[in-house]
């Protein structure tokens, strides 16, 4: 990826943020799960990117998103060594490990959550 954000990664990367703040407090998805409900399935990896470029804004809760696994794959780009896992305990989720303990309970998936009734 190089140093610039073309304005189409940036119309991608607000679409990722706009998804991610509508996770539920004390939920959790996956990079995948948003790439696939943005039309896009094999971009989780631009998901990351994307949500490791929005640290800036609090209004994005980048800490719920995990890998496909419930595994704190990004907690490397948080601030200090356990912030990620701090900000999901905060809200009650469980993590041992650097995994989220009963992931499938908490998962929250765009595909169904935001699917058009």
């Known amino acids: 990826m190089s140093g ?9 990367f607000n679409r990722v943020y706009q998804v991610t703040r509508l996770i539920p407090f004390g939920r959790v998805t996956s990079y995948g799960s948003i790439a696939k409900y943005l039309g896009a399935p094999r971009s ?21 998103v995990v890998n496909r696994n419930g595994i704190l794959t990004g907690k490397h780009h948080f601030e200090g060594t356990n912030l990620m896992q701090q900000l999901l305990e905060n809200e009650n989720i469980r993590v041992e490990k650097n995994q989220i303990v009963k ?15």
């Open 4 to 12: 610039t954000i073309s304005s189409e990664q940036n119309n991608f």
């Open 44 to 64: 989780a990896r631009m998901v990351g990117w994307a949500l490791n470029s929005s640290h800036t804004d609090d209004s994005i809760p980048a800490h719920r």
């Open 103 to 117: 992931f499938k309970e908490l998962f929250w998936d765009p595909n169904i959550e935001l699917r058009e009734q």
